[in-house]
């Protein structure tokens, strides 16, 4: 969905300024279930609803990255590790480490259930980084935690620390929550352009500036009025993803 976008954006400028970005597609890691922003366990999905989610990610990815500048990864490559060297690695540290993480907190205090596998989850994405030697690493900020841990990670294996780099997570439709596909207030890449135009006009006028500095990378002028606003941001976005001239269409 768009939410997204502010983070693949922010990568493509990284290519527009001649450097080469790693996608990673964390089809092993989809396994285990990211915690960040969760108050429960993910649900578990099977072999071919990743690998659906998979393809289809990079494919709507590529929508907004440049494919010549795009090092295409899955983790699977190097995290179907052997148990000798995935003990190796989860020795390396500590519970209470990685109980510091907001989300795990809340839990805890509202008596939620943390499995395990949740907890190995900064453990086994920051060993991402070791993969691919990563100099800096892009997230949204509900991913600063897995971000930052990828530094411990790094630095345990005697790699370099990467720098960081968080984009602020775009709101939904609803104008209240982050844009999530389990909260079905988003709008996808793909959505047909009549559509994608109306789910933008539906938007709050209290987020707007947030849509325009995201998305649009400016600021919204002061004073305008939010449907001359919305039916702009309308037309760019759906030319962005459909070719020019579709958002007068779908307008």
């Known amino acids: 969905h768009v939410g997204h976008c502010v983070v693949l954006s922010k990568l493509r ?5 001649g450097h080469t970005v790693v996608l990673i597609i964390g089809d092993y890691t989809a396994r285990v279930g990211d915690p960040s922003g969760r108050d429960a366990t993910r649900p578990v999905l099977s072999a071919e609803e990743i690998e659906a989610n998979a393809h289809t990610y990079q494919e709507q990815a590529f929508a907004v990255l440049d494919r010549e500048r795009t090092e295409l990864r899955r983790n699977s490559e190097w995290l179907r590790m052997e148990s000798e060297e995935l003990f190796g690695l989860v020795r390396r ?3 209470a480490r990685l109980l510091e993480r907001d989300d795990f907190s809340r839990r805890i205090a509202d008596a939620k259930p943390i499995s ?3 907890l190995l989850y900064p453990v086994l994405q ?3 980084s070791i993969a691919v030697e990563a100099d800096v690493e892009l997230g ?3 991913q600063s935690f897995n971000l930052l841990f990828a530094r ?3 630095e345990a294996y005697g790699q370099a620390p990467q720098s960081i780099l968080t984009m602020p997570i775009l709101p939904g439709t609803d104008g209240v929550r982050k844009m999530s596909k389990t909260y079905d207030n988003y709008i996808g890449v793909t959505d047909p352009p009549e559509e994608m135009f109306g789910k933008l006009m539906s938007i709050p006028d ?3 500036g947030a849509y325009y500095l995201l998305l649009l990378g400016e600021e919204l002028e ?5 449907n001359d606003a919305k039916r702009e941001l309308g037309r760019r976005l759906v030319d962005r993803f459909h070719g020019e001239g579709a958002g007068t269409g779908a307008e």
């Open 13 to 17: 400028a990284f290519q527009d300024a």
């Open 93 to 95: 540290f500590t519970v």
């Open 116 to 118: 395990a596998l949740e």
């Open 126 to 128: 920051g060993y991402d």
């Open 140 to 142: 949204a900020t509900d």
């Open 152 to 154: 411990d990670v790094q």
């Open 206 to 208: 209290s987020v707007m």
């Open 222 to 226: 002061r004073g305008r009025h939010p």
